[in-house]
């Protein structure tokens, strides 16, 4: 069975849409990062402004690394992306 990691914005209330589709069609979809919310990426830039960390310190925290590391995952793993 053929793996899509489906890319998108947390924006778009389309992606889990478009992820269905795929399913029915038969293939494996990867879209769970979706289910972080519109805004997580807005938290996320206001918590590590808020500790005084510039954009460049956030990227190098546990947080960021952690998010690299599972869509890395994924990426690596699925057929298509």
């Known amino acids: 069975m053929q793996s899509i990691y489906l ?4 924006r778009n209330p389309e992606v889990p849409k478009l992820a ?3 399913r029915e069609e038969g293939f494996e979809v990867f879209d769970d990062w ?3 919310g519109p805004e ?6 206001s ?4 500790r005084g960390h ?10 960021a690394k952690h998010v690299f590391e599972y869509d890395r995952r994924h990426l690596d793993r699925c057929n298509i992306a």
């Open 54 to 63: 510039t954009f460049v310190e956030a990227l190098q925290g546990f947080a």
């Open 47 to 50: 918590y590590e402004l808020g």
């Open 20 to 22: 269905e589709v795929l």
């Open 7 to 10: 890319i998108g914005s947390l």
């Open 40 to 45: 997580a990426d807005d938290y996320w830039r």
């Open 34 to 36: 979706f289910a972080a």
